[in-house]
């Protein structure tokens, strides 16, 4: 592991990037990083014990970033590395695949000092393919309720997810960094843990490319739907005590009710009759129309 020369000021910012395997596309996220006209940050890869040429690509970079080696571990202990290398008084998060786009890191880094009351922000995001062409745009999130609560109903609905959160380190440090023994659903489990520590915020200008392709971590649907489900378990006593009930089992029947759908879309229709039946057995009163409506059209052979 290399280490920052102690002499070196303290940045505000530390970015973060894990990286296994990535040689075809960090060279891309580091750009969009050190193009930044905002400038006081270090920026620290994360090699997760990659084989393929990914050393090689951060070596070119020499003093202007700061590489982390280590054996593979997954995305959670990659990102946890950083955090513990991390100096600055806030994290910025960016994925392998993904880039930033101009202004982004300066606006961000704004708006936490004028509100010291948010624990964590994002922005909206362009979600593209390996073409380049525009899926969606990812935009802010509206909510009535506490945040903690919307993000239960809604776990996706920080946008641009990692590749688009600055948080302040010590919340970071204070709601347990990133659960490693989870395989998915990483990100909506700490958001969650930062909401019910602190305030969020969204700039509604997209400044973060997403990029979705076949293989991801979102496409491994069994790994997923268990670590979705654990972490609503988990994070169940983090809700207002009056939401831990009904609230949170129509919240649990939500995530039933997607996977019933996508294994739908799959093939998996014996499976997916089954999401349905935990969806209905969980929140009859809350989910009961909307499940038998997805039956039926299962049943039906209709698309969902």
Same mark, same amino acid.
């Given at each position: 592991?290399?280490?920052?020369?102690?002499?070196?000021?303290?940045?505000?910012?530390?970015?973060?990037?894990?990286?296994?395997?990535?040689?075809?596309?960090?060279?891309?996220?580091?750009?969009?990083?050190?193009?930044?006209?905002?400038?006081?940050? @270090?920026?620290?890869?994360?090699?997760?014990?990659?084989?393929?040429?990914?050393?090689?690509?951060?070596?070119?970079?020499?003093?202007?970033?700061?590489?982390?080696?280590?054996?593979?571990?997954?995305?959670?202990?990659?990102?946890?590395?950083g955090i513990r290398a991390a100096s600055g008084e806030f994290l910025a998060f960016l994925d392998a695949d993904d880039w930033w786009l101009p202004g982004k890191l300066g606006l961000q880094v704004e708006l936490m000092h004028a509100r010291p009351e948010l624990g964590f922000c994002s922005c909206a995001a362009r979600v593209e393919d390996m073409n380049g062409q525009l899926l969606n745009l990812w935009q802010c999130p509206t909510w009535e309720e506490p945040f903690v609560a919307h993000l239960f109903g809604s776990g996706a609905d920080v946008p641009g997810s990692c590749s688009a959160v600055l948080a302040r380190? @010590?919340?970071?440090?204070?709601?347990?960094?990133?659960?490693?023994?989870?395989?998915?659903?990483?990100?909506?489990?700490?958001?969650?843990?930062?909401?019910?520590?602190?305030?969020?915020?969204?700039?509604?200008?997209?400044?973060?490319?997403?990029?979705?392709?076949?293989?991801?971590?979102?496409?491994?649907?069994?790994?997923?739907?268990?670590?979705?489900?654990?972490?609503?378990?988990?994070?169940?006593?983090?809700?207002?005590?009056?939401?831990?009930?009904?609230?949170?089992?129509?919240?649990?029947?939500?995530?039933?009710?997607?996977?019933?759908?996508?294994?739908?879309?799959?093939?998996?229709?014996?499976?997916?009759?089954?999401?349905?039946?935990?969806?209905?057995?969980?929140?009859?009163?809350?989910?009961?129309?909307?499940?038998?409506?997805?039956?039926?059209?299962?049943?039906?052979?209709?698309?969902?």
């Amino acid at each position: 592991m290399s280490r920052m020369p102690e002499s070196m000021p303290t940045p505000t910012v530390s970015v973060l990037i894990p990286a296994y395997n990535a040689a075809w596309c960090v060279g891309k996220a580091i750009d969009s990083v050190l193009a930044q006209a905002y400038r006081d940050f @270090e920026l620290i890869v994360v090699d997760d014990g990659s084989t393929d040429e990914t050393a090689d690509v951060l070596r070119r970079y020499g003093s202007a970033i700061h590489v982390i080696s280590q054996p593979n571990g997954g995305m959670s202990s990659a990102r946890n590395a950083g955090i513990r290398a991390a100096s600055g008084e806030f994290l910025a998060f960016l994925d392998a695949d993904d880039w930033w786009l101009p202004g982004k890191l300066g606006l961000q880094v704004e708006l936490m000092h004028a509100r010291p009351e948010l624990g964590f922000c994002s922005c909206a995001a362009r979600v593209e393919d390996m073409n380049g062409q525009l899926l969606n745009l990812w935009q802010c999130p509206t909510w009535e309720e506490p945040f903690v609560a919307h993000l239960f109903g809604s776990g996706a609905d920080v946008p641009g997810s990692c590749s688009a959160v600055l948080a302040r380190r @010590e919340r970071v440090l204070q709601a347990g960094c990133f659960d490693e023994t989870l395989r998915g659903a990483e990100d909506p489990d700490l958001w969650i843990r930062l909401a019910a520590i602190s305030g969020y915020a969204c700039l509604p200008d997209p400044m973060v490319v997403v990029l979705r392709r076949p293989g991801s971590v979102s496409r491994n649907l069994e790994a997923m739907r268990s670590s979705t489900l654990q972490m609503m378990a988990k994070n169940r006593h983090l809700l207002p005590p009056e939401l831990q009930g009904a609230y949170w089992r129509a919240c649990v029947a939500g995530v039933h009710g997607d996977y019933a759908k996508w294994r739908y879309r799959i093939g998996q229709r014996g499976p997916a009759v089954l999401e349905v039946m935990r969806l209905l057995a969980l929140a009859p009163l809350a989910r009961g129309r909307f499940a038998l409506g997805l039956l039926k059209d299962m049943l039906l052979g209709l698309p969902v």
